[in-house]
């Protein structure tokens, strides 16, 4: 795997691990050219990803494939008047062709933008307005390319509108991508490292949603997710159930995992459901499994036994927090312990239980060595064990690969979370007396009762240890004797 290019492999403790822990940065990174083209290169017929959907069909691609495809794709986007440093969304849910056309944008030098086709005609004119898109494309249903053609009809910026397959006023990309020819010039002048590779749209609880920019070392920084999180390596087959429109997808769907030589496993669906998924589980043989807990509770409501998941040894969740009913049930049905981590589209995972770690129930694990991490209270100081603050990263050294360089076009909301020599998350957490950090929810969002500090989550793990419960929410409402939030 090319993983031993950039970080250290021959870790054998957690300890180990966080002591020496260094990203092997080079000059100049292009995830595309070094990563996938130089597979292609070395073994052009190793698996890179095995796609399947609902009706049935099935895709198995190679490097070397992915390698000739995305060069058609390049000349796709040339040929439109795309280049380097222009923004394009991508709204293609799980279609394999979202790897392809993400490829060919990167070897043009353009800024991905991934999206969720569930946007209105509003969602995408704010995005396309507030990054400056270049071009768009979108899945083959009718609804979505409804709202695109209503949302791109009001956004000058655009250059070029494609769809899979054949569509009144799109650019039917499947069929340019047959006629392109195979040969791409890789441009003599490449993005730097410290430019902007990809745009994350992440809401928060006020205003609309900010633009994260991440830059062309993103990839590297995912290493980590991958082999010390994901525990991947050359032989594994793995699955983040992630729709491409999510950041979630960027810590488990393509960086990472390709540079760690695993095989993607990706299956496309609409709607979830927890024996189907299973089933292609057991069907690819599938060893590494990623989702939020959400599916998790969903599955411990099946009969687990009914499936052969002897292929599988190791899983993850991130996203929200794992209640411990949940953890406990699905390790008893297979046993296998889920591995959680924190992060935001902003980071990678910032605490992470790794594989060295045995997993605590209710813990998000302890800090990636990939950042400095600190829990501080309001004054920026650091808390003592067991004490509630916010989760942190410390900046003395500059921004580390992985971190957000800012919010685009965003100064205010920018400044707002860089202050102090501190990258601030916004979501807190407590720490026990051996690192474990155990997530309490947004800043914003813990209730106050009486006078002390409720986190929701703690409340919502109470109440799935009933067996008549599979999904809760608590959230405040105003007391007249126990106050308003």
Same mark, same amino acid.
């Given at each position: 795997m090319l993983a031993d290019k950039y970080i250290r492999t021959d &870790?054998?403790?957690?300890?180990?691990?966080?002591?020496?822990?260094?990203?092997?940065?080079?000059?100049?990174?292009?995830?595309?050219?070094?990563?996938?083209?130089?597979y292609a290169r070395l073994s052009p017929d190793k698996r890179a990803m095995i796609w399947c959907d609902t009706h049935g069909r099935e895709r198995t691609f190679t490097f070397g494939e992915f390698s000739r495809l995305s060069d058609k794709a390049a000349n796709v986007f040339k040929a439109?008047?795309?280049?380097?440093?222009?923004?394009?969304?991508?709204?293609?849910?799980?279609?394999?062709?979202?790897?392809?056309? $993400?490829l060919g944008l990167l070897k043009v030098g353009c800024v991905l933008i991934p999206a969720t086709a569930q946007f209105q005609k509003k969602d995408i004119v704010y995005r396309v307005q507030a990054s400056g898109t270049r071009a768009l494309i979108c899945v083959d249903e009718p609804e979505v390319r409804e709202q695109v053609l209503a949302a791109a009809a009001e956004c000058d910026s655009l250059l070029a509108v494609f769809t899979l397959g054949e569509a009144e006023g799109f650019l039917n990309f499947d069929q340019l991508l047959e006629e392109a020819d195979e040969r791409w010039q890789k441009p003599d002048e490449l993005p730097g490292n410290d430019d902007m590779m990809l745009m994350y749209f992440t809401s928060g609880t006020t205003g609309m949603p900010k633009i994260a920019a991440?830059?062309?070392?993103?990839?590297?920084?995912?290493?980590v997710t991958a082999y010390y999180w994901h525990h991947l390596d050359d032989s594994d087959i793995h699955i983040a159930v992630a729709d491409t429109g999510w950041a979630k997808a960027g810590w488990g769907k393509m960086y990472g995992q390709w540079i760690c030589g695993a095989t993607l496993f990706v299956y496309d669906f609409d709607r979830f459901v927890a024996a189907d998924l299973l089933a292609r589980l057991a069907e690819y043989h599938v060893t590494s499994f990623c989702a939020p807990p959400t599916?998790?509770?969903?599955?411990?409501?099946?009969?687990? %036994?009914?499936?052969?998941? %002897? $292929?599988?040894?190791?899983?993850?969740? $991130?996203?929200e927090?794992?209640?411990?009913?949940?953890?406990?049930?699905?390790?008893? #049905?297979?046993?296998?312990?889920?591995?959680?981590?924190?992060?935001?589209?902003?980071?990678?995972?910032?605490?992470?239980?790794?594989?060295w770690m045995t997993p605590k129930a209710g813990s998000t694990g302890r800090p990636s060595p990939a950042y400095d991490i600190a829990l501080v209270d309001a004054e920026g100081n650091d808390v003592d064990d067991g004490v509630e603050g916010e989760i942190c990263i410390?900046?003395?050294?500059?921004?580390?690969?992985?971190?957000?360089?800012?919010? +685009?076009?965003?100064?205010?909301?920018?400044?707002?979370? &860089? +202050?102090?020599?501190? +990258?601030?998350t916004g979501d807190l957490a407590w720490r026990d007396t051996e690192g474990y950090y155990f997530f309490i929810g947004r800043s914003d969002d813990v209730i106050k009762s %009486?006078?002390?500090?409720?986190?929701?989550?703690?409340?919502? %793990? #109470?109440?799935?240890?009933?067996? #008549?419960?599979?999904?809760?929410?608590?959230? $405040?409402?105003?007391?007249?004797?126990?106050?308003?939030?």
């Open positions: &870790f054998t403790s957690q300890e180990d691990f966080e002591k020496h822990f260094q990203l092997n940065i080079p000059e100049h990174f292009h995830f595309a050219y070094d990563v996938v083209d130089e439109q008047g795309l280049k380097k440093g222009d923004p394009v969304l991508l709204m293609l849910k799980r279609r394999y062709q979202f790897w392809i056309a $993400a991440h830059t062309w070392t993103y990839p590297l920084a995912q290493t599916i998790y509770r969903f599955f411990i409501k099946e009969e687990l %036994s009914r499936y052969d998941l %002897s $292929a599988l040894r190791w899983a993850n969740c $991130a996203g927090p794992l209640n411990p009913e949940v953890f406990d049930q699905f390790l008893k #049905a297979t046993g296998i312990k889920i591995h959680e981590a924190f992060g935001q589209s902003e980071t990678t995972p910032l605490l992470m239980t790794s594989r410390r900046l003395h050294n500059g921004n580390p690969p992985g971190l957000l360089t800012g919010y +685009y076009r965003g100064r205010e909301q920018t400044d707002a979370v &860089f +202050y102090g020599d501190l +990258y601030h %009486s006078g002390y500090r409720i986190g929701p989550f703690e409340v919502e %793990s #109470a109440l799935m240890t009933h067996p #008549a419960v599979l999904e809760c929410a608590v959230t $405040a409402v105003p007391h007249p004797e126990r106050g308003r939030w």
